[in-house]
Each structure stands twice: as structure tokens, then as C-alpha cells.
Nanobody, 115 residues
Framework: QVQLVESGGGLVQPGGSLRLSCAASGSIFSIAIMGWCRQAPGKQRECVATITSSGSTNYVDSVKGRFTISRDNARNTVYLQMNSLKPDDTAVYYC?????????WGQGTQVTVSL
């Protein structure tokens, strides 16, 4: 059994920064891909960033230059550094990982960007 536990969400003013973390625990042999997706009220889930085991990253256009995904393989952890946050970034953020060739999701953490 593998579990993903997220942390780091909260309320931030426009232009501010937040750092999300997601740690995997359990019987883990390999984590091929790690990523972050988000879902705003009334909208479909959108995947915003991914990182492979070799460190290659990919971002959706709306967050390029503002968000940075990184991973710590020794800790089975993925991070999302979010800078220059906008109200449109408000959403529940979910981490996801391909662990032992099976896909897992975190429970979600709320990010609210507002004055």
C-alpha cells in the first residue's frame, strides 16, 4: 500500500508565494513520474507540472515561469514552488505519482489567492 500526503497549502495574497510538498510512503520500489494537478470550483482537473525520474520537467502554459516542480528521490517527495500567484491559481492542488507502475493521488490541499 502506498500513500501520498500533501502539505503547504493556504491563503496567500496575489503576487505571493507558496511551496507545496507531497511525500510518498509505503512499499516503494520505483517512482517514475511525479506531478501536480489542480481543480478549481466548477472546472475540470488540470495537470500543471510533471517531473520524470531523470529530472525532466513539463509545465502547462499558464504556470510557466512562475511555478517550479522538483523532487527529492531519497525522500520520495515532490515539491511545487509557486511564485507570482494569481487569483486564477485558486484551486485544490493534488499531487500524483507513478509508483511501482501504479498511479496514486494525494488527498488534495487548498490554495487560495485573494486579498
Amino acid at each position: 500500500q502506498v500513500q501520498l500526503v500533501e502539505s503547504g497549502g493556504g491563503l496567500v495574497q496575489p503576487g505571493g508565494s507558496l511551496r507545496l510538498s507531497c511525500a510518498a510512503s509505503g512499499s516503494i520500489f520505483s517512482i517514475a513520474i511525479m506531478g501536480w494537478c489542480r481543480q478549481a470550483p466548477g472546472k475540470q482537473r488540470e495537470c500543471v507540472a510533471t517531473i520524470t525520474s531523470s529530472g525532466s520537467t513539463n509545465y502547462v502554459d499558464s504556470v510557466k515561469g512562475r511555478f517550479t516542480i522538483s523532487r527529492d528521490n531519497a525522500r520520495n517527495t515532490v515539491y511545487l514552488q509557486m511564485n507570482s500567484l494569481k487569483p486564477d491559481d485558486t484551486a485544490v492542488y493534488y499531487c500524483n505519482m507513478l509508483v511501482n507502475a501504479k498511479f496514486y493521488w494525494g488527498q488534495g490541499t487548498q490554495v487560495t489567492v485573494s486579498l
